[in-house]
């Protein structure tokens, strides 16, 4: 027999080896067939809640602490749109109204998902500035399908020095 075949025929008894343990399983306890998918990552409007710190960059600026909320709507398992409003300790006090377009890359069997986004923001405190911004982070989707999230955005402000805009928070499915 050539190698090719002997080959050909060992796949064909291995496939049938793994079928016939498969039919002899029942579906729920079979040991080879596992749902790795997580069930929370799923469409639709998710609520946030955060801590937030502004660090801004270069001169002038202050490090400050505060929090915000967040609505964010997944079109699909990977594609959301995300308004975010936050308030900073500054002097006076920073107001950021943030809308980003959020791209996820959910690992399925960890219930893990990193995730990229980029925007626009407008920094309200004694004037307005717009800003673009672009950023990161990485959530954790509980069984309760509760979410711990982080993320870093780096906000380009027009006439201010630019910041960067830490979060570390929860965010619920609706």
Known sequence: ????????????MCLLGVGG???DSPPDKNPLIE?????????????GAFASGLLP????????????????YFFTEKVALEYSYSANATDPQTHIN????????????????????GGGAVFSN????????????LEYRFENCVALFSDATYNWIQREPDAVNLRLGLRLPF
């Open 21 to 23: 343990v498969m039919a």
């Open 35 to 47: 749902d790795a998918s997580c069930p929370c990552l799923f469409p639709g409007l998710h609520v």
């Open 98 to 117: 943030a809308l980003d377009l959020v791209y996820r890359l959910p690992l399925q069997s960890l219930c893990w998902s990193p995730y990229v986004m």
């Open 57 to 72: 960059r270069g001169k002038g600026g202050e490090n400050a602490m505060g929090g915000g909320i967040a609505f964010t």
């Open 1 to 12: 027999m050539s190698l090719m075949k002997r080959l050909q025929v060992s796949i064909a």
């Open 126 to 137: 004694a004037q307005n500035e717009g800003a673009y911004r672009l950023g990161g982070g």
